[in-house]
């Protein structure tokens, strides 16, 4: 049992490395990079992270997936005994509608930088900046 | 009986493992290519039939998706292999 | 300069998240909804998948307020890319033999593994927004295989019509029966039957019909950029 405890200690603190490695990396991606298109890609492996430390969250010791099999044990003690050793579901589920709007947002996210290249012929987000201020006075001007 | 589903677990990581690592170390594109289609699918070949020594009852899924690898990851390779050929992505020349 | 700065805010960035995360151990949390969704949703909806008794029926709100995120999503990029259903005049070259042929063959396959996944939804881990994306996947790999047959973009968007009006008609059935919003209302039936867990099928399959036009058609305005 000892033994087992340890092993267990060991997995969280891997999972904690790795899902705040995470995380690190896409805000490093996001805020430190020049080209747009590592932003968006910073954005994926931020919420890649997140969502381990949900499920995570949820996981019980010893626990069971949220999914009852034994279907032709219709006693209703039988089945609330193996669904009183399941993991939380809920965080789960929470897990499910964040990867569902996250495609959304990535996918909302391409097609701004699409646009963008199609507009100024470039990704990188200083080169980006000056052509943006310049046109920019150009139409003050142009309004002048 | 599981000390073989272990060995076959291990040969498949080293094969993934060289196969990332091929992804960084290649000079162009089409070696990448290589490494990222034979060595993944040999590796997850290798390490499903490791399932397959710890699960014998589970062996129809695990023909069903090894064949499906078989299919899917030759098409997909030689699909972006095709793609970069047609943007004129040259070739690696060079030996070191 | 800039490089010693950028290292230390990661290092005090991953500090700080560790000190926040740390005290969440695993295995040992609190359950406190938990525990009641286990020991009642059986009972309550007859779903042997308890996550999909989660995000239907417990939460079937918040799967309403999803869709909507992700209709305003597939929404926005049309507007931002503009549909422009000019494919004959940007002749991309075809994909080959080689994919053709792999379309041809997959694509049934696809269909019926998107199908099963939708309508088994609540026995087995899957759903709708899985299962419609593998729909989405497989008419997305006709148009890859072939530009000719692209996806139609007015097909998609009274599929997407008729799914959202189907399940919101679904919730108000449940209304006027039992006068609370999408609760499931069927017959529960026998637990880990095809047949069970009364309406969280049907709602299942209008959400995986919805989630597969939205991505087929966010897929195709993505791929129709002009060069």
């Not at chain 1, 579901?89 to 646009?115: D, E, K």
């Not at chain 1, 470039?122 to 309004?143: C, G, I, P, W, Y």
């Not at chain 2, 899924?61 to 690898?69: S, Y």
């Not at chain 3, 005090?12 to 009642?40: D, E, H, R, W, Y």
Request: with cysteine.
């Amino acid at each position: 049992m000892m033994i087992w405890d340890d092993i267990f200690l060991e997995v969280d603190f891997w999972i904690n490395i790795v899902s705040i490695a995470l995380i690190v990396i896409g805000i490093y991606g996001i805020v430190f990079s020049q080209h747009l298109l590592r932003m968006v890609f910073g954005l994926g492996l931020l919420e890649a992270g997140v969502n381990i430390l949900l499920v995570k969250a949820g996981y019980q010791k010893e626990a069971i997936a949220p999914i009852v099999t034994q279907a032709s044990d219709t006693m209703m003690s039988n089945i609330l005994a193996a669904t009183a050793q399941m993991v939380d579901p809920v965080p789960q589920a929470m897990v499910l509608t964040a990867i569902v709007i996250a495609a959304g947002v990535q996918a909302l996210a391409l097609s701004l930088v699409i646009r963008i290249y199609k507009k100024y012929g470039t990704l990188d987000s200083h080169v980006l900046f000056l052509a943006m201020e310049r046109d920019r006075h150009l139409s003050l001007n142009q309004k002048d | 009986m599981q000390l073989i589903g272990d060995i076959f677990f291990l040969s498949g990581t080293i094969f993934l493992f060289l196969g990332a690592l091929g992804l960084i170390r290649m000079p162009d594109v089409y070696n990448r290519i290589q490494a990222g289609t034979k060595a993944v699918t040999l590796g997850s070949i290798l390490t499903l039939m490791g399932i397959f020594f710890y699960f014998p009852q589970w062996w129809g899924h695990l023909c069903l998706i090894i064949l499906f690898l078989l299919f899917t990851n030759p098409v997909s390779s030689s699909a972006l292999a095709r793609a970069f050929y047609r943007n004129g992505i040259s070739v690696w020349t060079k030996t070191k | 300069m800039q490089r010693w700065t950028t290292i230390l805010f990661l290092t005090g960035l991953s500090i700080v998240l560790f000190a926040i995360i740390t005290p969440l151990v695993l295995g040992q949390s609190p359950m406190l909804v938990g525990k009641l969704i286990n020991a009642s949703a059986v009972n309550d909806t007859g779903a042997a998948n308890l996550v999909t008794a989660v995000v239907l029926a417990y939460r079937g709100l918040d799967t309403l307020g999803e869709l909507a995120i992700l209709f305003t999503a597939a929404t926005a990029i049309g507007i931002i890319l503009g549909t422009t259903d000019k494919t004959q005049t940007t002749s991309s070259p075809t994909a080959g033999f080689i994919v053709a042929t792999a379309a041809k063959v997959l694509f049934p396959l696809l269909l019926v593994f998107a199908l099963y996944i939708i309508l088994h939804g609540h026995l087995t881990p899957g759903g709708g927004f899985q299962g419609g994306a593998v729909l989405a996947a497989a008419f997305f790999l006709l148009t890859l295989a072939d530009s000719g047959n692209n996806i139609k973009h007015k097909v998609t968007q009274v599929i997407e019509a008729l799914a959202g009006t189907a399940f919101i008609v679904l919730g108000l059935v449940s209304f006027a029966l039992q006068g609370v919003f999408l609760q499931p209302w069927l017959d529960k039936g026998e637990l880990g039957s095809l047949f069970s867990a009364g309406s969280l099928p049907l709602l299942y399959l209008a959400l995986g019909l919805k989630v597969g036009a939205e991505l087929a058609n966010l897929l195709s305005s993505l791929a129709n950029v002009e060069k």
